[in-house]
Structures are given as structure tokens and as C-alpha cells.
């Protein structure tokens, strides 16, 4: 699943995406709502987790905007304030649904998967889990990612790095927008770990290397072509 999370204060924010991306989700996380149209200018999200009190524009004016906008991404609010006229007033400006703070952890986890499988119609939870692209398979039950039926080692980053560009496949994912999903806003904007880590990827999974295009000065795209058989085994000259 692939998940905006709208929210301004940074250790709500870190504490949620830690806990999401150890369900196999992808995070994009935004500070103000103003970048998070930005953000969904360029991407499409299975659900947005939208802080009701925003520097600037708030939650309620973003989800309004959202559904003037006919942009019908399902939205779970998160509020401090949880009384039945706040609740009321989130649902009536567009929220799918409205989750006060603090709040479980289960809770929250429970109410992605319904308004997910709400929005897909989907009848079990497992459809999601299973994620390919040509030769490479994702499965975020067991966390392992396969190439071409033969499981690659790779750490945590590396592979959170590969499920996000597999999940935009064909389509460009730039540098910043990998930093922020996978080491989160605290990275430092200048350095080179994007790069860094592609590079890995690229060596573990020789003959696959070419289904990651480069971008230059912007970002990489995850080509949607079948790769060489026996890629694990595969050397290039």
C-alpha cells in the first residue's frame, strides 16, 4: 500500500511511519498542505493520513480542496481535538473517516486496510500484499523480494528503495522524493545515499541493473521490461 501521511510534527510523524513501514508500506510523509498537493500532483496514494491542524493551510481546507478538486483518494483524519462536532465537521468536509489522538496503533492499521479495501472493493486483504513487476515480485507478508523466483538479499533501505520504484513503475521517482519515503525528512537533503544505494541494488541483481533507468540531476524510473533469465547468475562483460 502506498500511504501520504500529512502531518507536522516530527516525532508523530516518525513514529507513524516507523510503525507503517513495518507492515511493508511505502510513506510518503509532507509537513504542510501545501506540499502534500504537490505531492499528489505526482503520485497516486492508496490512502492519506491527514493531520486536521496544519501550518498554514489546515487539514479541513486540504480535503476540501481534495474533493472540489474531484480527487477522490480515500482520507483517514487524525486529530487532537475528538469531539462529535469536530468528528462531524472533518467527515463533512470530505475525511472518509476520523481517528482522534492518541490513538492504538491496531486502531489505526485496522482503519487504512477498511478504507483501502472500501475504495478497491477488494474481498481479502491479501491482494495487496503481492506486488510484480516482469521478473521482480514483492511479497510484504514475508517481506522478501524475489528475482526472477529466487530471493535477493537485500537491507531494509535497498529494498524499501526497489518497492517504492516498483510501485511507480514507468514512472520517474526523484531523489528527494526517495529520501523523504525511505530515510524520512530528517536525511540530509545534499547527500549522495540515494545514489548510493541504487548503485548496491544494481550490483546485487546484475543483468536486472538495466530496468533501472538513471534521470539525470533528477531522480530513477523502474522500467516495466522483462529482464534476462537466470539474472542472479547473469554477468555482464
Known sequence: ?????????????????????????????AATAEDALILLRDATYDVVL?????????????????RCSRNDVPILMLSAFGSTEDRVSGLRHGADDYLPKPFDFDELIARIESLHRRMTRSITPETDRALRVGPLSFDAASMRLMLDGI????????RDVMVL???????????ERLLNAVWGLEADPLTNVVDVTVSRIRRKMPGAAEMISTIRNYGYRLEPTQAPKNLLDYKEE
Do not use: Q
Open 1 to 29: 500500500m502506498y500511504i501520504l501521511m500529512v502531518e507536522d510534527e516530527p516525532r508523530v510523524a516518525d513514529f507513524v511511519r516507523r510503525g507503517l513501514r513495518a507492515e511493508g508500506w511505502i510513506i510518503d510523509h
Open 50 to 66: 491527514l493531520d486536521m491542524m496544519l501550518p498554514g493551510m489546515s487539514g479541513e481546507e486540504l480535503c476540501r480542496h481534495l
Open 151 to 158: 530471493e535477493v538479499d537485500l537491507s531494509t533501505k535497498e
Open 165 to 175: 520504484l516498483m510501485r511507480n513503475v514507468g514512472r520517474v521517482c526523484a531523489r
